[in-house]
Structure formats: structure tokens, C-alpha cells
């Protein structure tokens, strides 16, 4: 090939690398889809996507055994039932899932369970034959400790975030007296707190904000947080609010009030607990200490008494 064509050659290459280079630059200073739609949908709730039970799962393992764990969940479904209360405290839990979703997270527990007893009863079955049957019992009851096992799984994460709740509700209930004592109006006073405020709470009130920004009624979408939650002092602050923009009665006072019953309850409760600790401390005390103290004191005298003694 001559000069001039590879000068042709090296030329289109250098300004087809150019273009190609240009056009990076400029879908880099593009800003990104999500950030232009973000301020638009940032304060919608996360539970607005439709949750599609199994939608998550994927690979070798749900292709293969997926039919026969959604079989097997249905199955439990049907024994246990319940899937009115599961469903409530998935609610009250705030975790994405479908009662069909936590029924097969209790047949993957119960297999898990199952399948680490079937190991170690396969072990002593080979050396002791006649211990097989017992040793079928005991890995169906670890199959249905498993399934138990997630179900008081699932009852902890719930008392967990409602006690979460619990300690930060004075805190935001102080907020929202304050920014509503300050002239602001409910809903303003909730996009103050869900914008400064981070926890279980503020993402309950973040939900509350969302729905009344998409058309819902103030007190429609305070009813339905009163609905959803199971505590009761997160309902009667729900109630009171709602009340408050119906009717145009004073809420700061409400709030305050509120936040100080919190926190006396709270104060309750921890004296409560300090005392059942104070008597849970006994155990040790009475069961170690003092039977190694009564030694200590009359173990010498015994040892004497044995030397003096003919």
C-alpha cells in the first residue's frame, strides 16, 4: 500500500477514535434518566413497585428445585393458614415480601433444618441400624423447628422496629410540634421531618407524605398509617393528627403531650426491666457464689475437725 493510503487509513482511524471519544464525553455530561426523574418520585414509597413473589429469585438452584419449593409452600400455606396475620406483620415489619415469599423462606428454613440433622442421623444410622426410625422422627420435628424458627424470626424483626419506633417517636413528635407551633401546616410540618429526620418512623411518615402528595386525602392517609401500625401510641398520634386537620383544633399541644407520655412510658419500662434484671442477678449470686462462699468458710473447720479426730 502506497503512502497515501495508509495517511487514508491512519486518518479515518484517528477521526473515527475522535467521534467515538466526543460522544462518550457528551453522554457523560448528559445527566442520567434517574436523576432528572428523581426529584419527581423521591418521596413515593418503596412499596409502591408491585412486589412479584419469586421475581428476585434467579439461577441453577431456582430453576431446578423453584416448582418444587413453591409447590411445598403452597402446601404449608394451606396446613398453617394464618396468612392474614403473616401479612399484618410483614406490614408492621416494613419488609418487602409477599405472604407466598415468607411461606417459601420458611420451607428453605425447614430444609435447612432438615438437612443438617439428616447428615448427622445418617451418620449414627450407619453405625446403629436400629435407631433409624427415631432418627426419621427427629429430622421431620427439625423440619418444623425451622419453619418455626422463621416465623418467630419474622415476630423478633418486628418487635425490633417497633421498639425503634418507640425511641424515636418524642423526638419527631417534638419536631412536628415545633414546626407546627412555628406556623407551618401538617403537611409542610411532615416534609420537614421526613426530609430531616432518618429511621422507622420517618419512613412510616414518608409513606404518609407520599400518599397525600398522589392525591390522597391528610386524613385518609394519617387513618391508614393509624391502620397499619401496631402501636398504639403511633395510632393515637395518626388519630390526633387527622383530627387536628378536620376539625382545625390545636396539634402542637397534642404532639407535646404525646412525645411526654412516650417518654413516661419509656421510663416505665426501663424501671421495669431493671427490677426483673435485679432479680435475674440473684440466680448467680445464689446458686454460685454463695454455695463457694459457704465452702470457703467451713471447709477449713472440716479439714481440722478430720486432723484432731482420731
Not at 430453576?63 to 394464618?82: C, H, T
Not at 415469599?101 to 440433622?117: H, K, Y
Not at 387513618?223 to 403511633?234: E, I, W, Y
Request: glycine share 8%; hydrophobic share 55%.
Amino acid at each position: 500500500m502506497s503512502l497515501a493510503g495508509w495517511g487514508v487509513v491512519l486518518g479515518l482511524g484517528f477521526g473515527l477514535g475522535l467521534v467515538l471519544v466526543t460522544s462518550r464525553v457528551l453522554d457523560l455530561r448528559r445527566p442520567l434518566l434517574a436523576v432528572r426523574v428523581l426529584p419527581y418520585i423521591r418521596d413515593l414509597p418503596e412499596a409502591v413497585r408491585p412486589v412479584v413473589p419469586g421475581a428476585a429469585r434467579t439461577g441453577a438452584f431456582w430453576a431446578v428445585f423453584g416448582p418444587a419449593v413453591a409447590s411445598a409452600a403452597d402446601s404449608l400455606e394451606r396446613v398453617l393458614g394464618g396468612n392474614a396475620t403473616i401479612r399484618r406483620r410483614l406490614e408492621r415489619g416494613k419488609l418487602a415480601m409477599t405472604v407466598h415469599d415468607f411461606r417459601v423462606e420458611q420451607v428453605l428454613w425447614g430444609l435447612i433444618g432438615f438437612a443438617c440433622t439428616a447428615a448427622v442421623s445418617l451418620v449414627v444410622a450407619l453405625r446403629s441400624p436400629a435407631r433409624t426410625i427415631p432418627l426419621l422422627v427427629l429430622c421431620a420435628v427439625a423440619f418444623v423447628m425451622g419453619v418455626l424458627i422463621r416465623e418467630n424470626r419474622l415476630t423478633a424483626q418486628v418487635a425490633t422496629r417497633e421498639r425503634r419506633i418507640l425511641v424515636e417517636f418524642p423526638t419527631v413528635a417534638e419536631l412536628m410540634a415545633l414546626a407546627v407551633g412555628a406556623g407551618e401546616g401538617p403537611v409542610a410540618a411532615l416534609d420537614r421531618v421526613v426530609t430531616r429526620c432518618r429511621g422507622e418512623l420517618a419512613r412510616d411518615l414518608a409513606d404518609v407524605l407520599a400518599d397525600i402528595r398522589t392525591g390522597s386525602p391528610v386524613s385518609t392517609a394519617l387513618d391508614a398509617l393509624a391502620s397499619r401500625s401496631g402501636l398504639p401510641v403511633v395510632s393515637r398520634f395518626a388519630e390526633g393528627m387527622a383530627v387536628a386537620v378536620e376539625r382545625g383544633t390545636p396539634l402542637a399541644a397534642v404532639l407535646h403531650a404525646q412525645a411526654a407520655d412516650v417518654r413516661e412510658a419509656g421510663r416505665r419500662t426501663l424501671i421495669e426491666s431493671g427490677a426483673r434484671k435485679e432479680v435475674a442477678m440473684m440466680v448467680p449470686v445464689v446458686f454460685l457464689v454463695l454455695p463457694v462462699t459457704v465452702v470457703f468458710a467451713f471447709w477449713p473447720g472440716l479439714v481440722g475437725l478430720h486432723l484432731v479426730t482420731p
